[in-house]
């Protein structure tokens, strides 16, 4: 069974014929190349695969169901398309940009669930609580200015305004002196300690503040 069928497909630009008569399908784990000149109709092609152009004649069904049948959420978890090019309006994190993609499972106020930043974190490699961290440090350094600024120019008092608590008392604490940096190497992470009030000789601290 195809999950893609194309039949008989036609597209017109005002008077000007882009498509005519395409006929093509698609089978399941299998990927098709669509070369051509500029001009040629392949960005007009996926317009009408994930239905923001209507086809002049001809029909597109995905599942062997009908395009024009699918709602706009379900054909979303259908059909996905990665532009060539891709210029945000806001400074997104690298996050956001691939939770863009669950955009459709979001619950009715717009927000993803945890399974939803489960699953984007499985896709990027990384621990789950690494996608709200980044999220949270985007926002914090696009509000603050920068790096520098959140760690050494603002006052404490001016960034409780912005940023969480923990973060404000670990910028204090690496203002300290508090803070110990190892270096990774040969396959093995780095770690960043936030030392704890108990610690008294310079020893990292057992119990380790979370940031986030």
Same mark, same amino acid.
């Given at each position: 069974?195809?999950?893609?069928?194309?039949?008989?497909?036609?597209?017109?630009?005002?008077?000007?014929?882009?498509?005519?008569?395409?006929?093509?399908?698609?089978?399941?784990?299998?990927? %098709?190349?669509?070369?051509?000149?500029?001009? $040629?109709?392949?960005?007009?092609?996926?317009?009408?695969?994930?239905?923001?152009?209507?086809?002049?004649?001809?029909? @597109?069904?995905?599942?062997? $169901?009908?395009?024009?049948?699918?709602?706009?959420?379900? %054909?979303?978890?259908? #059909?996905?398309? #990665?532009?060539?090019?891709?210029?945000? =309006?806001?400074?997104?994190?690298? +996050? *956001?940009? #691939?939770?863009?993609?669950?955009?459709?499972?979001?619950?009715?106020?717009?927000?993803?669930?945890? +399974?939803? /930043?489960?699953? @984007?974190?499985? $896709?990027?490699?990384?621990?789950?609580?690494?996608?709200? =961290?980044?999220?949270?440090?985007? /926002?914090?350094?696009?509000?603050?200015?920068?790096?520098?600024?959140?760690?050494?120019?603002?006052? %404490? *008092?001016? %960034?409780?305004?912005?940023?969480?608590?923990?973060?404000? *008392?670990? =910028? /204090?604490? #690496? /203002? *300290?002196?508090?803070?110990? @940096?190892?270096?990774?190497?040969?396959?093995?992470?780095?770690?960043?300690?936030? =030392?704890?009030?108990?610690?008294?000789?310079?020893? @990292?601290?057992?119990?380790?503040?979370?940031?986030?």
């Amino acid at each position: 069974m195809s999950i893609i069928k194309v039949s008989n497909l036609s597209f017109v630009y005002s008077e000007a014929e882009i498509l005519r008569d395409l006929s093509f399908e698609v089978e399941p784990q299998s990927f %098709l190349t669509v070369a051509g000149p500029n001009g $040629a109709g392949k960005s007009t092609l996926l317009n009408l695969l994930c239905r923001t152009l209507k086809p002049k004649s001809g029909s @597109i069904r995905i599942d062997s $169901a009908a395009i024009e049948s699918y709602s706009t959420a379900t %054909l979303a978890r259908k #059909v996905a398309v #990665v532009r060539q090019e891709f210029i945000p =309006v806001f400074g997104f994190c690298v +996050a *956001e940009v #691939v939770l863009m993609a669950r955009t459709q499972y979001f619950d009715a106020f717009g927000f993803e669930s945890k +399974a939803d /930043r489960e699953i @984007i974190a499985e $896709a990027l490699g990384v621990a789950p609580g690494a996608v709200s =961290v980044e999220r949270e440090y985007m /926002r914090i350094v696009q509000t603050c200015g920068s790096e520098f600024d959140v760690l050494m120019e603002w006052s %404490l *008092e001016d %960034l409780m305004r912005y940023a969480p608590r923990n973060v404000v *008392e670990g =910028v /204090r604490r #690496v /203002r *300290e002196g508090k803070v110990q @940096i190892v270096p990774g190497h040969d396959g093995v992470f780095g770690k960043i300690s936030i =030392v704890g009030k108990q610690d008294q000789e310079g020893m @990292i601290a057992t119990e380790q503040m979370s940031l986030f």
